[in-house]
């Protein structure tokens, strides 16, 4: 929920207080569950021409409209999407950038050779003047990429390079004025485009350097403040919204971050103009599989109604559509799914589906890399800080006795919400932060901070701006010498003006209200109304502890990288919780649906083929369907409260005050 109950108590009593009907509307990330269904919707694609496709996504209608004679399964190598596009569109949606060449690398790959394979470099590095390209499939050993001098043009004609230049700036420094208070500085270092990660261990490494990468994120969703746009589920991602998203490019890289978080997409839009501007930054992106759909989450129904098989499908079609993208961090299976059953069965009952639903989508990318048809992409999820020992161990456990390769999650994301007493100022005062370092200490794959950064009206007035963030968390995470964090994300870029509580231009604390910045003029739709991104002083603290993290970082080579012995392995699987059970004690629906023809449907020329995959299957709910509660009973609810609601919101707050 974007109305974040973890902030205070006393916000919490006063919002209580001011009526007996709160009608908070959802966001698409923040707090409790928003990855759980809630209402139906349409997901809508359009391309210049062709005709319709529809297929039933529960009782929601996933609609695409594309043009069927570029349809192919084997798409032609000369038809690659370029990954060096800048953000610029023509009229239909083509790029209108040109990419740029390929550092000077020892050992590199020549013109029209897979710089993957055995007979390339290996290292996926092409030679000066070549850029890697995304091509069909050509054989064993052989991946989906191809050195030529320019992606977008014929493959013999070079590109001009339009990377901007950024003129590089001390990091602010903390020294304010009126004159200069939102001025935007940057991190002065290099920012290489964001070329493909692994994990080796509890680290991500990138594939093309060796070094590993500490994420400094930020999760986006940029609804505006007003129009048919301000509403959940969007996909503003798309050629379609690069009106939007190319007004925050540029905003990314001023704020020292390296990734995103993205909650919600559609699986049958075209993606390539975003992430392909991401990628030019040196921009990583995590993908949500699941979304505020019915059908389209981990439920609130015990096993195994909980995960739907429509859910499994789309969870493949969103593979397909991203797996191309050579900067996907990875995917997030789910968003504090457990939240939505804790009025219910509690917090870990569909535990076990969100637990199949990671095996399933390992499986899938497993199969797809057997057949050449994409690289490993690491599954994980993001998971809300409530029973933390137990969900740890559990999601990196093995409850098949060593013959499942694929049930434990290869990241795992921690939404945390900590030390909302704004005179915390140093590393003696992370109390919160240092028991969490301690719980992963031993932990054997990658942990981020999925979410971070609580609000509280402690935090100084800064410019006029009330209850102004300092970030030390991201700091922090840093810090301690236990090496159990790989970085995170703070929550989030922009304000959503719906659910703040006093509105714009949000300069009075307001526990709503989680944006780096806002939108302006009060009443942009993104349409007819341009929105204009105004930071805050918030957005600067963020910027100088982001920038100080980029140059302070350590990074480790994998080549001489080596786990210690305490991080190796699965962890036990929790005793004693009957809940957690093993995913193969139930019979899945969502196993009567075959793998083996979606590998097929992965397009690497450009927009996707997903409109040719096979049919949405329709969940039988049989007593479980669509949840209308969502969000472990938090603050989108009718009051009265009953005492178990209320127990619930002050639980939330007391964690995030205290832990």
């Known amino acids: 929920m974007r109305l974040h109950v973890g902030t205070a108590t006393a916000a919490l009593l006063l919002v209580i207080s001011q009526s007996s009907t709160v009608a908070q509307d959802e966001g698409q990330g923040q707090g409790q569950g928003t990855d759980e269904p809630r209402t139906p919707i349409t997901l809508t694609s359009t391309s210049p021409a062709g005709g319709n496709t529809s297929t039933a996504l529960g009782n929601a209608n996933v609609t695409s409209a594309f043009d ?139 594939i093309q350097t060796g070094k590993s990468v500490t994420i400094r994120g930020i999760a986006y969703y940029p609804r505006p403040n007003a129009g048919e746009l301000d509403k959940n ?86 593979i397909n559509a991203f797996s191309k993208y050579e900067n996907v961090l990875g995917f997030s299976a789910g968003n504090e799914v457990g939240l939505s059953s804790a009025a219910y069965g509690g917090t870990l009952s569909n535990a076990p589906c969100q637990k199949k639903f990671i095996h399933d989508m390992r499986a899938y990318i497993g199969s797809c890399v057997a057949g050449n048809r994409m690289r490993s992409i690491p599954v994980g999820l993001a998971v809300a800080d409530e029973d933390r020992r137990v969900n740890l161990k559990y999601y990196n456990c093995d409850t098949s006795g060593g013959s499942d390769e694929f049930e434990h999650a290869e990241w795992y994301g921690q939404n945390s919400y900590l030390h909302c007493d704004g005179s915390a100022a140093s590393w003696d005062d992370a109390i919160g932060i240092k028991n969490i370092q ?44 236990t090496g159990s964090f790989s970085g995170g994300f703070a929550f989030e870029y922009s304000i959503e003006q719906r659910n703040a509580l006093y509105g714009y231009p949000h300069q009075a604390y307001d526990p709503g209200a989680y944006g780096v910045g806002y939108f302006s003029p009060e009443d942009c739709d993104g349409l007819q109304v341009p929105c204009e991104f ?87 709910t049989n007593g479980g369907g669509k949840d209308e509660s969502n969000a472990a009973a938090a603050l989108t609810l009718t009051l009265p409260l009953t005492s178990i609601t209320l127990v619930m919101l002050l639980y939330h707050a007391g964690i995030a005050l205290f832990d």
Request: aromatic share 10%.
């Open 68 to 206: 069927s004679s570029a349809l192919s399964s084997s798409p032609s190598p000369s038809t690659n999407v370029s990954f060096a596009f800048d953000g610029e569109l023509d009229s239909i949606g083509n790029s209108t950038d040109t990419p740029s060449t390929s550092p000077i690398i020892a050992e590199c790959t020549s013109i029209g050779v897979d710089p993957f394979s055995p007979s390339g470099s290996g290292n996926g590095v092409c030679c000066p003047g070549l850029e890697s390209c995304l091509a069909d499939h050509f054989g064993v050993n052989e991946w989906h990429y191809r050195c030529y001098k320019c992606c977008s043009k014929p493959h013999d004609e070079p590109c001009q390079s339009i990377i901007p230049t950024i003129v590089p700036n001390d990091t602010y420094d903390g020294d304010r004025d009126e004159a200069s208070a939102l001025e935007i500085k940057t991190y002065d270092g290099d920012r290489d485009e964001a070329s493909a990660l692994e994990i080796k261990g509890n680290k991500f490494f990138n």
């Open 233 to 318: 589920n969007v996909d503003f991602f798309t050629n379609e919204h690069h009106s939007i998203w190319k007004r925050d490019i540029e905003h990314f890289v001023k704020l020292n971050i390296n990734a995103v978080r993205l909650y919600a997409v559609d699986p049958f839009k075209n993606h390539d103009a975003f992430m392909n501007a991401l990628k030019r930054r040196g921009i990583y992106a995590i993908i949500g599989l699941a979304a505020n759909c019915e059908d389209c989450a981990i439920t609130k129904d015990s096993p195994p109604l909980c995960y739907p098989p429509a859910l499994k499908r789309r969870g493949q079609l969103i």
């Open 438 to 481: 301690k719980d992963f200490r031993s932990y054997s794959i990658p942990v981020l901070m999925t979410e971070f950064g609580c609000l509280n009206p402690s935090f100084p007035t800064v410019d006029g701006y009330e209850g102004t963030r300092t970030w030390l968390q991201a700091k922090w995470l840093q810090e301690g010498g």
């Open 534 to 620: 105004v930071p805050m002083p918030t957005y600067f603290e963020l910027q100088k502890v982001y920038g100080k993290m980029a140059a302070a970082e350590v990074s480790e080579d994998k080549a001489s990288f080596e786990p210690p012995s305490f991080r190796q392995g699965r962890t036990d699987c929790p005793m004693n919780v009957p809940q957690l059970a093993k995913i193969s004690d139930y019979e899945w629906e969502a196993d009567s649906l075959s793998d083996d023809s979606m590998c097929k449907y992965i397009n690497f020329s450009g927009g996707n083929d997903n409109s040719n995959a096979p049919p949405l299957p329709k969940q039988n």
